[in-house]
């Protein structure tokens, strides 16, 4: 087994419940970890016995440019994602919004968790 883990990814995207947060944007930072049943790469040292770094990127990159209002829908939607593109034991996906606007003091940020076992009902 490995576990793959790409963290701090910083995106603009338009995800929010409210018109003018999804017009406007914002940033987020996205982490996710992955686990792989097997990991042949270990021995081989190939590329593709490996998960691919920037195709992982890619897959996040696009599921947060679709706007959404809820963060845990966009964390959804990665998961189910990465599960379609990579054989996966277990893929844990955190999307933060930065400086999110809640009507008090400053936060530095809004996150929300997601695993596959979340995702078990579907």
């Known amino acids: 087994m490995a576990?793959?883990?790409?963290?701090?990814?910083?995106?603009?995207?338009?995800?929010?419940?409210?018109?003018e947060e999804r017009l406007i944007g914002t940033y987020?930072?996205?982490?996710?970890?992955?686990?792989?049943?097997?990991?042949?790469?270990?021995?081989?040292?190939?590329?593709?016995?490996?998960?691919?770094?920037?195709?992982v990127y890619q897959i996040i990159s696009k599921e947060m440019s679709?706007?959404?209002?809820?963060?845990?829908?966009?964390?959804?939607r990665i998961i189910r994602s990465l599960s379609r593109s990579f054989l996966l034991s277990d893929c844990r996906?955190?999307?933060s919004k930065l400086a999110p606007a809640l009507g008090g003091e400053e936060v530095g940020r809004a996150s929300v968790t997601l695993t596959m076992r979340d995702l078990q009902h579907e």
């Open 3 to 19: 576990t793959i883990a790409l963290k701090d990814i910083k995106f603009y995207a338009h995800h929010g419940c409210f018109d």
């Open 28 to 55: 987020f930072i996205v982490d996710v970890e992955m686990s792989t049943p097997e990991c042949p790469a270990a021995l081989t040292d190939k590329l593709e016995d490996a998960v691919d770094y920037s195709h």
């Open 66 to 76: 679709i706007p959404s209002r809820l963060l845990e829908h966009v964390a959804g």
């Open 93 to 95: 996906v955190t999307v």
